[in-house]
């Protein structure tokens, strides 16, 4: 059997969640569904309005003004995160095939290496992807 066959007709097929397993209609359902999502939002902006006037003393969502980004423990955290990228950048390119036009060899392979290390600093100080913050309050404590 062709794969994309399968594909076509799974985007095609309607899709009507926990319909089979109730004896409710879909509509009820999709109600249901948006009632408490508007329940959800209110108690999320009923949050964020007391974490911002200061009324929640231990709040889960810390700032980075708790963070000392001058202490070796968080440089540490930064390299953590960097490995992470690096293995993430490199596993990547392990997906898309070389082709044989030029044979790069040992040297080749050297900067290769070199060049994702660079690519992963860059985006470690760069894209603020949070690695090192959830780090370092972890290992400080702060969490």
Known sequence: MDIN????????SAYVPF???S??????LQAGRDSSFEDVLKRTQAAKASLA??????????KD?????TSKLYEVCMELETFLIKNLIKSMRGTVQKSKLIDTGFAGEIYEDML????AKDFAR???LGFAEMAYRELSGLR
């Open 5 to 12: 066959v399968l594909g076509t007709q799974y985007q095609n």
């Open 19 to 21: 319909s089979s397993m």
């Open 65 to 69: 003004a708790d963070i000392d980004k």
């Open 53 to 62: 006037s200061g009324e929640i003393a231990s709040s889960r969502f810390l």
């Open 23 to 28: 004896d409710q209609p879909a509509s009820a």
């Open 126 to 128: 760069n894209a603020n």
């Open 116 to 119: 994702y290390d660079e690519y």
